[in-house]
């Protein structure tokens, strides 16, 4: 393919840019197969075609992936809000755009920029930290807390292992991404402030699209939304007196109008097919038998389309 072939792509196929390989990959690969975008070309290819639909998928380093989009380079982009964050600020001292709209959020990759210190360290709150290294990956999302709370800092810039710089004698607290804290522990380090919170966002490019391109983002939205949507919701049949349906339909979480069904050669009771669009816990089945409710059986939606 010559230049002005790949630059002529460029403008019908919809691109992509997601994390190549790290804790957002196995998600945002399920999220795309799941609006029925099929890539097949390895994980080490940079750039993948989907088979079936005018995408391309540009495999980056999550670090990259705001730069991208705010640069014009790929259409739409999946990264956490921390990168993206901590990318506007670092951008806006360098003099770059930092133009881009957040499509939604996507449910996954939740995690906390917090602080930490040694275990055996007293904790008053974060004015402790005056004057004192702290060791991140984040500089600029911490810098911003600290300042609005007057607390000066010595940032120390470490891209990886954060856990280990007090240990070390680099540091004398963090500010690491967690999730559950368990890293934290093993490294002697206790969790005693949440700076920010965040899980991974679908972004697009501040600027029209090219109609053709426009038109693969209108249909993978609401196929997006339904993927998103499908994940709490669950299909609920069960045969079930007919004068309980009042108190049913009180407690299925979300339940919108259910389908009820004659059984044949039983005319007090009925099956009721519903879809509720909540968690569902285990109380609710247990009150569901209590109101004479048989054969409960909860399905999971792979899809849903509005
Ligand atoms: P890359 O090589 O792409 O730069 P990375 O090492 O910077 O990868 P990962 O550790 O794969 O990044 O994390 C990517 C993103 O996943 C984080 O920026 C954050 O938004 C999210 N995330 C979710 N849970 C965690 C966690 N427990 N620890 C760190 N990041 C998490
Ligand atoms: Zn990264």
Redesign the pocket.
Same mark, same amino acid.
């Given at each position: 393919m010559s230049a002005s072939d790949n630059q002529r792509d460029g403008a019908r196929r919809l691109r992509i840019a997601i994390?190549?390989?790290?804790? &957002?990959t196995d998600d945002t690969e399920r999220l795309l197969s799941g609006c029925g975008i099929r890539i097949t070309e390895r994980r080490d290819h940079l750039l993948a075609h989907a088979e079936n639909m005018p995408i391309d998928i540009l495999r980056v380093? $999550? $670090?990259d992936i705001p730069g991208l989009v705010m640069d014009h380079v790929v259409d739409l982009g999946i990264v956490?809000?921390?990168?993206l964050e901590e990318t506007i600020m670092e951008r806006e001292v360098d003099g770059l755009p930092t133009a881009y709209r957040e499509i939604m959020p996507l449910g996954f990759?939740?995690?906390r920029l917090a602080v930490a210190i040694p275990t055996e360290r007293a904790w008053g709150g974060l004015p402790d930290l005056d004057g004192q290294k702290i060791a991140t990956t984040y500089p600029y999302l911490l810098r911003r807390v600290m300042r609005e709370q007057g607390i000066k800092f010595k940032p120390v810039l470490l891209t990886?292992s954060v856990e280990v710089a007090p240990r070390a004698g680099l540091a004398d607290a963090i500010c690491d &991404?967690?999730?559950?804290g368990a890293t934290l522990q093993s490294n002697g380090l206790r969790e005693v402030e949440t700076i920010y919170r965040?899980e991974?966002v679908l972004i697009a490019r501040d600027q029209e699209l090219y109609p053709e391109k426009q038109e693969v983002l209108d249909l993978i939205l609401p196929r997006l939304r339904g993927v998103l949507a499908a994940r709490e919701s669950k299909y609920i049949m069960m045969n079930a007196p007919r004068e309980a349906l009042p108190q049913i339909k009180r407690i299925i979480p979300g339940a919108e109008n259910p389908s009820i069904i004659e059984l044949e050669g039983d005319p007090g009771r009925v099956a009721v097919h519903v879809v509720s669009r909540e968690k569902l816990f285990w109380e609710t089945l247990e009150s569901l038998k209590e109101l004479g409710a048989t054969s409960i059986l909860v399905v999971p939606i792979e899809k849903m389309l509005d």
């Open positions: 994390q190549k390989s790290g804790r &957002l380093r $999550d $670090d956490g809000q921390n990168v990759g939740e995690c990886g &991404l967690v999730c559950t965040s991974a």
